[in-house]
């Protein structure tokens, strides 16, 4: 029988939870109470148990979804292995599985002993559909996998038990990137303490750690102090963040742009644009010429795949925008960037920052960036480092454009000039090649004739 798992009435006015973490992934065997994922609503965080004994049939959410009360979220398959009637069947069988305490109630010794069974008896037990989805998953995800802002849902793809998950996340183990040693790469309790163990010895254990284990003084000695829960995109960013200045070795290269004619062709085609809905801004300007840049200079479109000592060069050009929104930096992306008109990548960039601002924006559309473009010329500044997003290997900043005093032909003459950093990843880009980069970016928003070459 299938059981659907929906969101529970939370509180009064409450109608609506977003999920911050899944713990379970299809075809994991779950019992009652067994936690199937973490969720947060506007009053407080909860976890949402499952009600029934079973396998996960489906997991009909991803992390970062708004969900409402009623909604669907998980279908529990109770009849599957691991569930009442295969439950009944295996008692028949081996007696002593009844009488075994459950993770939490056990000692180390049993646990260690029940995650290595379970993870022999899993193809037998589980039923073929379940097998299949779980071997899928496991081709899938077969490594350490590098965190990502944009995609949330590596954690809940790693195949590993309800036990072995609250383990990982007591601990503070982010599970996408430990590595499986039993069938299909499925995480044991021996894997996560492992990992975990490395971590704390310091030894890289498959990139950035998810927790900062620097100790925090106890600031209340000083002064009146407030703790606040960090919510989903501020963990998220927090955890890509890290992870990338943690493991790109970054470097920094400035340029400026003479932006003074380009302005003048703003300001005359900015209607043109507004007829269409938009707005004509330099951030759209800017991706037009950077897709051109992507394609003319592949390498920065590319990701780095380390493990295979290997470029992963892509035909596509997908860009990311970083959005300021009140719920923290949101990076919406761009599809095909270099295929679409500047008034179609206006409207485009518009509409998406509308989304992220309004919370609309759903998840698969802050995945997928090969670059990504952070204009904080609107807020002010004269230059700044962004981080790579990682898995990109490049990030533009784009700071406050002013009018200067430029030296030209014997003279000083004021002009308007953009100042433009590019953050690059030095496993694969050189110094001169960021140079290069960087300084046709700059040519082509003074001659936008140059990247017709
Ligand atoms: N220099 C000077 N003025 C600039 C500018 C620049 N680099 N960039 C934008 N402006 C101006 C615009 O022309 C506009 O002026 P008017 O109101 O007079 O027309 C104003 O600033 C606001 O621009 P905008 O924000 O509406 O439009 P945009 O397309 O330039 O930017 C977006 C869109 C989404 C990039 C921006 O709104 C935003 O959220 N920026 C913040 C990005 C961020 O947080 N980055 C940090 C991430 S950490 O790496």
Same mark, same amino acid.
């Given at each position: 029988?299938?059981?659907?798992?929906?969101?529970? @009435?939370?509180?009064?006015?409450?109608? %609506?939870?977003?999920?911050?973490?899944?713990?379970?992934?299809?075809?994991?065997?779950?019992?009652?109470?067994?936690?199937?994922?973490?969720?947060?609503?506007?009053?407080?965080?909860?976890?949402?148990?499952?009600?029934? @004994?079973?396998?996960?049939?489906?997991?009909?959410?991803?992390?970062?979804?708004?969900?409402?009360?009623?909604?669907?979220?998980?279908?529990?398959? %109770?009849?599957?292995?691991?569930?009442?009637?295969?439950?009944?069947?295996?008692?028949?069988?081996?007696?002593?599985?009844?009488?075994?305490?459950?993770?939490?109630?056990?000692?180390?010794?049993?646990?260690?002993?029940?995650?290595?069974?379970?993870? $022999?008896?899993?193809?037998?037990?589980?039923?073929?559909?379940?097998?299949?989805?779980?071997?899928?998953?496991?081709?899938?995800? %077969?490594?350490?996998?590098?965190?990502?802002?944009?995609?949330?849902?590596?954690?809940?793809?790693?195949?590993?038990?309800?036990?072995? &998950? +609250?383990?990982? $996340? /007591?601990?503070?183990?982010?599970?996408? +990137?430990?590595?499986?040693?039993?069938?299909?790469? &499925?995480?044991?309790?021996?894997?996560?303490?492992?990992?975990?163990?490395?971590?704390?010895?310091?030894?890289?254990?498959?990139?950035?750690?998810?927790?900062?284990?620097?100790?925090?003084?106890?600031?209340?000695?000083?002064?009146?102090?407030?703790?606040?829960?960090?919510?989903?995109?501020?963990? *998220?960013?927090?955890?890509?963040?890290?992870?990338?200045?943690?493991?790109?070795?970054?470097?920094?290269?400035?340029?400026?742009?003479?932006?003074?004619?380009? /302005?003048?062709?703003?300001?005359?085609?900015?209607?043109?644009?507004?007829?269409?809905?938009?707005?004509?801004?330099?951030?759209?300007?800017?991706?037009?010429?950077?897709?051109?840049?992507?394609?003319?200079?592949?390498?920065?479109?590319?990701?780095?795949?380390?493990?295979?000592?290997? *470029?992963?060069?892509?035909?596509?050009?997908?860009?990311?925008?970083?959005?300021? %929104?009140? $719920?923290?930096?949101?990076?919406?992306?761009? $599809?095909?960037?270099?295929?679409? =008109?500047?008034?179609?990548?206006?409207?485009?960039?518009?509409?998406?920052?509308?989304?992220?601002?309004?919370?609309?924006?759903?998840?698969? /559309?802050?995945?997928?960036?090969?670059? =990504?473009?952070?204009?904080?010329?609107? *807020?002010?500044?004269?230059?700044?480092?962004?981080?790579?997003? &990682?898995?990109?290997?490049?990030?533009?900043?784009?700071?406050?454009?002013?009018?200067?005093?430029?030296? *030209?032909?014997?003279?000083?003459?004021? &002009?308007?000039?953009?100042?433009?950093?590019?953050?690059?990843?030095?496993?694969?880009?050189?110094?001169?090649?960021?140079? +290069?980069?960087? +300084?046709?970016?700059?040519?082509?928003?003074?001659?936008?004739?140059?990247?017709?070459?």
């Amino acid at each position: 029988m299938i059981k659907e798992i929906k969101l529970p @009435e939370i509180a009064d006015n409450v109608t %609506t939870a977003v999920v911050l973490d899944i713990l379970v992934s299809e075809g994991d065997k779950v019992g009652v109470d067994d936690v199937l994922a973490e969720m947060e609503s506007d009053k407080a965080s909860f976890e949402l148990p499952s009600d029934v @004994e079973g396998v996960v049939k489906e997991v009909k959410v991803t992390e970062g979804n708004e969900v409402e009360v009623g909604q669907v979220m998980f279908l529990i398959d %109770t009849e599957a292995a691991g569930g009442e009637k295969a439950e009944e069947k295996d008692s028949k069988k081996k007696p002593e599985k009844e009488e075994k305490p459950t993770a939490d109630e056990a000692g180390e010794p049993e646990d260690k002993k029940k995650d290595e069974q379970e993870s $022999r008896e899993e193809p037998e037990k589980e039923d073929k559909a379940a097998a299949e989805a779980q071997e899928a998953k496991g081709d899938e995800k %077969t490594e350490e996998q590098p965190p990502d802002a944009a995609d949330g849902k590596a954690a809940s793809h790693v195949p590993a038990s309800p036990a072995v &998950r +609250r383990l990982a $996340r /007591e601990i503070g183990v982010d599970l996408s +990137r430990v590595k499986g040693s039993g069938p299909h790469q &499925r995480v044991s309790e021996a894997d996560v303490k492992a990992f975990a163990k490395k971590q704390l010895q310091g030894k890289p254990a498959g990139g950035a750690p998810m927790a900062d284990d620097f100790e925090l003084p106890d600031f209340s000695k000083l002064g009146n102090v407030r703790r606040e829960k960090m919510d989903t995109i501020r963990k *998220i960013t927090a955890r890509a963040m890290g992870g990338s200045w943690q493991n790109v070795p970054h470097v920094f290269q400035f340029d400026k742009a003479d932006v003074t004619e380009l /302005e003048k062709f703003r300001k005359n085609y900015s209607k043109h644009v507004e007829k269409q809905g938009a707005k004509l801004t330099v951030t759209a300007i800017l991706l037009k010429l950077t897709a051109v840049a992507l394609k003319t200079f592949p390498r920065f479109n590319a990701s780095v795949d380390m493990k295979n000592e290997e *470029i992963i060069y892509k035909d596509y050009v997908n860009i990311g925008v970083a959005v300021d %929104t009140e $719920r923290g930096l949101l990076v919406p992306v761009i $599809r095909d960037a270099d295929k679409k =008109t500047i008034t179609e990548l206006s409207l485009e960039l518009n509409e998406m920052a509308e989304k992220a601002r309004s919370k609309k924006i759903k998840p698969d /559309e802050l995945q997928g960036a090969n670059f =990504t473009i952070s204009n904080l010329g609107g *807020i002010g500044g004269t230059n700044f480092t962004p981080i790579v997003n &990682r898995p990109a290997v490049a990030i533009l900043g784009v700071s406050r454009s002013q009018v200067e005093p430029v030296f *030209i032909d014997g003279e000083f003459k004021p &002009r308007m000039m953009l100042p433009m950093s590019l953050s690059y990843d030095h496993r694969i880009i050189d110094g001169a090649d960021g140079a +290069r980069f960087l +300084r046709w970016l700059c040519e082509a928003m003074q001659n936008p004739l140059v990247t017709m070459f």
